[in-house]
């Protein structure tokens, strides 16, 4: 039963310790928003009178030319084909490059820190600007567009997959260990039966995400449906622009739904 | 121990037939890409080209840094970090009556979440780098475009974010403000956003790693920051001020990346 | 210890303070809630109510407070019908009412004098919440709660610092700090260790007996049950199979509360 009193509630409430982590947060916040407003030249009040400018170019997108649609279907097959072997060379660099830094593989911490390091300098370049730079080495045309996007893929998959890779159960490695195996073996029968799937929902996860991504890379001179978007925007066809706007709209949907299927299937 | 002098028994087949064809499925998305694509045309002197490259982004035109007019690698670089930071600060601020719309909580109806959500989508494959020529003609070219390209876009993937965070959100604290004494609103403000305002922080930092990225790119259309530098050096072939703007770039993004993550760990 | 008036189930002369009136519950998707439940509570009362899982128990303390609506009946808190009451006054009820849940329910993420503030929330306006301004009279308020069980020294450390019996304590304060007539403790102990058990339960019992709060508790335990209790209430599939002073609850009685298809069977 209750053995003892309860305790006497007299004190009177400290005083709170001072909170100066959060003060600090909050001021450097006020000062960044404050700093970039001026830095950007924020005006919102400017954007609200020319609003109309906008709503002018929305208008003309509600009134897509369905026209146009038949011409737009061939750069859209060009996009697709380039997101599928983009993805698919990047990928297959990506695979064999994670087991190299991944540091329950290879224990020379030296290796794979510096594969590491040129890992993450590569997933920091953005997409559109390493497809502008091949379009400056090897021209336009969808080559640029391929590159950039096995490139972009090596980047995304091979984090993926590494971070994987270091997080499978070492059990089975040790079990193999024991039992002689080299490090092929072990790689062979000890982690490749764990991660595959994992391979699979991240490659078909990056063929989304470059479908996304290889709309636009035509806007630099990287073959695909960007070429006409960019021809369209430059010659102030909105109506054409909606169209296309559209129909990557309908193709990422499809893609999206069929890639989650795949990857609930084969997972 | 047994006889074993059993024979193996035949594996048990379960049904693999969808396996089978989402492989083959995937086996000839691939080949029909490969097959259907015209020859690997490149420049003949591409070669070259990679080349001066290569020497220019391992010459960077240190002059290029600071040269004090407004127009060097610092001031653009710090440009696109502003563009990136306000548009992403502008999108959290809408996103959040869009998030509450996409929640799929247990007292909405079906088709509110679902067209909320719907409508994420599409802004989220809306590109943006047409939004921000849109933007242009509105506000002129200028890094405020920017600003609004990233706000707007962003907001789809930052909405659905939220959204999730919302819909994850447990809501025993809720009932016990509820059996307090309390109003809906007393719920929401001693309760929901409580919890709910770390994830929210957490999810408007990564957001923000993503806008560093996006910032970069809208100066191929003149929405401010570095990419109109970068398009004007890579047209003029003047390698070794690509390699310097490159080479900021790479640091910049790091180092928003590096800083940004740490926070996000600490607020988890 | 008690030489004063704990009122002993014996025909109290008193108003009961909870009072159940042919109170039925059938959930939306037609599951039986309750099934014409008739029961007295009197002041200063320690009534356990034991039961399988799924038996209604919890739906019998959350029909108190009305965190759950009933089909047909009535309860009435204090002479006042909970059943029947709207906006204002329901709120009113419910803040005469502390609740204890067997998740804790705090805002993990907030600091305790936060979490056993809330309980005040019934005593002010909304408009006050939404800037979190409690008076300094209820902050002291809400620290006597805490050190009434023994956490003073934790006031300003948030609540995911503290582990599960001392959450549960913090919860208990936060159910003082309310004022109440009535604490309702909805398996409070079933996510703790038998030692912290013990401490929530004991500081529940001088609860009781030194503030004369009524406490309304199910337990999974039996023994908890025989040892805490003045007096037991077995409810089986929805309906009241037994009610009476922990004296006369037999281990024939018992068995035959915990008797049923129901194969869920736990406790003692």
Redesign the interface.
């Known amino acids: 039963m209750a053995d003892r009193k309860m305790a006497a509630p007299q004190m009177t409430l400290p005083k709170k310790p001072f909170g100066w982590e959060k003060l600090i947060v909050t001021i450097l916040m006020i000062a960044g928003i404050l700093w970039s407003a001026g830095e950007t030249n924020v005006d919102i009040p400017m954007f609200f009178a020319n609003f109309d400018q906008f709503m002018k170019i929305f208008d003309q997108m509600m009134s897509p030319d369905w026209s146009y649609t038949s011409y737009v279907i061939a750069p859209l097959i060009e996009t697709i084909k380039m997101a599928v072997i983009g993805t698919t060379i990047g990928a297959l660099v990506a695979a064999p490059y994670a087991f190299l830094v991944s540091r329950n593989i290879i224990q020379n911490r030296f290796v794979t820190g510096i594969l590491r390091f040129i890992l993450n300098i590569i997933r920091t370049i953005p997409d559109l600007l390493l497809a502008a730079l091949f379009v400056a080495v090897v021209g336009i045309g969808p080559v640029a567009g391929i590159i950039t996007l096995a490139i972009f893929t090596f980047g995304m998959v091979g984090k993926l997959f590494y971070e994987a890779v270091e997080t499978i159960d070492e059990g089975p490695i040790e079990a193999l260990t024991a039992s002689g195996a080299n490090k092929w073996e072990i790689v062979r029968y000890a982690v490749i039966p764990q991660v595959s799937s994992y391979f699979v929902s991240y490659f078909l996860y990056a063929f989304e995400i470059n479908v996304r991504a290889s709309t636009v890379l035509g806007y630099v001179g990287a073959g695909g449906i960007g070429v006409f978007l960019q021809q369209a925007l430059g010659q102030f066809r909105y109506d054409r622009v909606s169209i296309m706007v559209l129909v990557i709209f309908a193709v990422v949907l499809v893609i999206d739904y069929v890639s989650l299927k795949t990857r609930e299937v084969l997972m | 121990m047994d006889a074993t002098n059993k024979k193996l028994p035949p594996r048990e087949r379960k049904n693999e037939w969808p396996k089978y064809l989402a492989w083959a499925f995937v086996a000839a998305l691939i080949i029909w890409a490969f097959v259907g694509m015209p020859a690997f045309a490149i420049k003949p002197n591409a070669g070259q080209i990679g080349g001066s490259i290569m020497s220019g982004i391992f010459h960077p035109d240190w002059a290029y840094v600071y040269r004090g007019d407004g127009e060097d690698l610092v001031s653009t670089l710090l440009q696109t970090i502003a563009i990136a930071f306000i548009g992403t600060f502008i999108s959290a601020i809408v996103s959040l009556p869009f998030a509450f719309w996409a929640a799929n909580t247990k007292h909405e109806f079906w088709l509110v979440t679902r067209s909320g959500k719907f409508l994420l989508t599409a802004i989220r494959t809306f590109p943006e780098i047409v939004l921000a020529l849109m933007f242009i003609k509105a506000v002129g070219p200028s890094a405020f475009a920017g600003v609004l390209a990233v706000g707007f876009h962003s907001v789809g993937m930052l909405a659905k974010l939220f959204s999730e965070a919302i819909e994850n959100l447990d809501n025993g604290a809720g009932e016990s403000v509820t059996s307090a004494g309390g109003t809906r609103m007393d719920v929401t403000m001693l309760a929901t956003i409580p919890q709910l305002l770390p994830e929210l922080i957490s999810n408007t930092l990564y957001r923000f790693e993503l806008a560093i990225r996006s910032a970069s790119i809208l100066g191929i259309v003149g929405a401010g920051g570095i990419g109109t530098p970068l398009i004007f050096a890579i047209s003029a072939r003047a390698w070794s001020r690509v390699g310097i703007i490159l080479l900021g770039i790479v640091i910049m993004v790091t180092l928003v990346d590096f800083i940004s993550g740490s926070i996000r760990k600490k607020l988890i | 210890?008690a030489e004063q008036q704990v009122p002993s189930t014996t025909a109290a002369p008193q108003e009961p303070i909870i009072q159940f009136d042919h109170v039925s519950k059938v959930y939306d998707n037609g599951a039986l809630g309750l099934k014409d439940i008739n029961l007295k509570i009197y002041p200063g009362e320690f009534v356990v109510v034991i039961g399988l899982s799924g038996a209604g128990k919890s739906t019998l303390m959350r029909s108190v407070?009305r965190?759950h609506d009933i089909t047909s009946g009535d309860i009435q808190i204090g002479g006042r019908s909970i059943t029947k009451a709207k906006g204002k006054e329901l709120?009113?009820?419910?803040?005469g009412?502390?609740?204890i849940?067997q998740?804790?329910?705090?805002?993990?993420?907030?600091s305790v004098?936060?979490n056993v503030l809330?309980?005040?929330?019934?005593?002010y306006p909304?408009w006050k919440?939404?800037f979190?301004l409690f008076s300094p009279e209820d902050?002291?308020r809400?620290?006597?709660?805490l050190?009434?069980v023994?956490l003073?020294d934790k006031?300003?450390a948030r609540a995911d610092e503290l582990s599960g019996g001392q959450q549960q304590r913090v919860?208990i304060a936060?159910?003082l700090t309310?004022d109440p007539q009535i604490i309702?403790a909805d398996e409070p102990v079933a996510s703790l260790d038998p030692q912290t058990t013990r401490h929530v339960m004991?500081?529940l019992?001088?609860?009781n007996?030194?503030l004369g709060i009524t406490v309304l508790i199910n337990l999974h335990s039996v023994d908890l049950a025989k040892?805490?209790g003045s007096r037991i209430v077995g409810i089986r599939a929805g309906e009241k199979v037994f009610d009476g002073p922990v004296a006369t609850a037999d281990d024939a009685t018992i068995s035959e509360i915990y008797s049923g298809k129901d194969t869920e069977k736990e406790g003692a």
């Open positions: 210890m407070n965190l709120l009113e009820i419910r803040r009412i502390g609740m849940f998740n804790f329910n705090l805002v993990k993420r907030a004098l936060r809330t309980g005040r929330v019934g005593y909304t919440m939404i979190g902050k002291q809400a620290y006597e709660s050190q009434r023994d003073g006031v300003y919860s936060r159910a309310q309702l004991d500081d019992k001088r609860i007996e030194e040892e805490y």
